[in-house]
C-alpha cells in the first residue's frame, strides 16, 4: 500500500524527474540534444521542449524505458530513442556544457 501511495503522489505532481537521477545528455543524428533523467525504474525524457515520463522495460540487452510516445534504450554511452514510432538515433553521451 505504500509504495501505492508514493506512485500516486508522483502522478497527482506530475513527476518532474525521477528521484535520485543521474542527469544525461545525448547527441543524435542530426544534431539533435536529447537530455534524460534516469534512475533505476524510470527516466524523464526531453525531446526539443517535450517531456516524457518513462518506465523502465525488460530489456535483452542494455536498459530499456518506455511511455505513450518515447522509448529510450541505452547501453554504455549510447542511446537509442524513437519518439512516435520514429527513431532519433543512434546517439552519443555527450558531456554537458555549462
Request: hydrophobic fraction near 40%; charged fraction near 25%; proline fraction near 3%.
Amino acid at each position: 500500500m505504500k509504495h501505492f501511495s508514493i506512485v500516486a503522489a508522483l502522478a497527482l505532481t506530475g513527476c518532474s524527474a525521477p528521484i535520485g537521477g543521474e542527469e544525461r545528455t545525448y547527441l543524435c543524428e542530426g544534431g539533435r540534444l536529447v537530455t534524460a533523467v534516469i534512475s533505476e525504474d524510470a527516466a524523464r525524457v526531453r525531446i526539443g521542449g517535450e517531456d516524457f515520463a518513462l518506465r523502465r522495460v525488460p530489456s535483452a540487452s542494455g536498459v530499456r524505458y518506455a511511455g505513450e510516445r518515447a522509448v529510450l534504450h541505452t547501453k554504455a554511452d549510447e542511446a537509442l530513442i524513437s519518439l512516435d514510432g520514429r527513431e532519433l538515433g543512434p546517439c552519443q553521451q555527450v558531456e554537458r556544457q555549462n
